[in-house]
């Protein structure tokens, strides 16, 4: 290993460390955002409110959230700012949810009642200790405050069938989350105590308890794995991973003309259909309240739009060892290969020439690799926040990811190189300028 790639690799494991660390503090997307709200305080950044006025200033640096599990963070240039750059990722999981009515009583143990959140990939589920994470709403004398709750201990477990009673169960199963992913919380004794336990780790009354957000998390913590520990393995990579990288670029890049914008958004999993999901209103409002705040009009905010700049960054899948034959014969990224540029023919992804020659562009300075990913024609892939947030603000856009495997379990395995090259790349794009010319084309200066 030359001096060049003995740098490189340093502060790659530094970064995944780091990766690693914010995420086992992270068990639901509550969390998430109580933990960046936290690190933007430490970074002179000022909280906002949506239902109070901005007071806006050359300079500042200011986030808002939205139902505490979505978050936007700006820094404005101390002069005259022409555009907005942004990178958007999510703040949430596959996972499973506790009903409002938590407990299923039968046979000798008390299960919890639970659905599945997301397109969860179920088995790694099973025989492994997890316990709940999320948000309880508690009365007050003030009326409803929030509170976070995560039962830090080993609490439950999904067993299972023995294999003596499902002899086909190495040939492949099916699952029903109903009867088959419930897990196992206590004995016919620990009857009606879920509430009691998730009230006393949270600090308050079981009766002043009026409303829960409560979600499954793997306990297992994130490692380094491989011969030189080149991968990481973790729960939530998706997309943790780029949030973490992006937010960190963020928070050491030196600023251009444009605006600089944080965004991770909850909700990506089930479709971005909430009002703080990529779907809602909150980019929207929150760019023409910073444009109005700065004393602009409405067609200085769409004379902005026209020359300003979106990554979404959502993790892509590695080509699998084992099952090669499942991505394209070309396009397939490799873990520890740096930022993935996504491409789909039919707009689940947003990248296009334009956007794709400014990213390559932009990785090209920041001295980070770039590969490519497009799914295998024949195998239909997902989407992510890119293409729904360009219905209610229209930008250039790029669709970026890192690459990863077992996408969707609630343990996944990542390179270890590649959050720290997210980080170059998003301190990179905040700190250039990009110029829109006659021909709807950016030109990087």
Known sequence: MNKKDQIEWKAGRQSAAGLLDF???CPSCFHVVDNTAKLLQKNGFIPLQESCRWELKPGGKYFVTRNSSSVIAFQIPENEWSSFHIIGSHTDSPTFK????PELAGGECIRLNVEKYGGALLAPWFDRPLSVAGRLLVKSEEGIHQVLVKVDRDLLIIP??????NREANNGTGYHVQKDL???????DGKNSFLDLIAETAGVAREDILGSDLFLYNRAPGTFIGLQEEFIASPRLDDLQCLYGSLQGFLQAELSESIALFCAFDNEETGSMSRQGADSTFLEDTLKRITSGLGKSEEDYLIALASSFMLSADNAHAMHPNYPEKSDACNYPKMNGGIVLKFNANQKYTTDARSAAVLRLLCDRAGVPCQT?????????GSTLGNIAN????LYTADIGLAQLAMHSCYETAGTLDTWYLEQ??????????KRDAAETLVLL
């Open 23 to 25: 995420i086992q503090n």
């Open 98 to 101: 506790v009903k409002e009515i």
């Open 160 to 165: 299972s069938l023995a294999i003596h009673m």
């Open 182 to 188: 419930c897990p196992v919380f206590a004995d016919s």
């Open 373 to 381: 990913f497009a799914n295998h024609s024949d195998i239909a892939g």
């Open 391 to 394: 219905t209610h603000v229209a």
């Open 425 to 434: 790349l998003s301190k990179a794009f905040y700190g250039t300028v990009l």
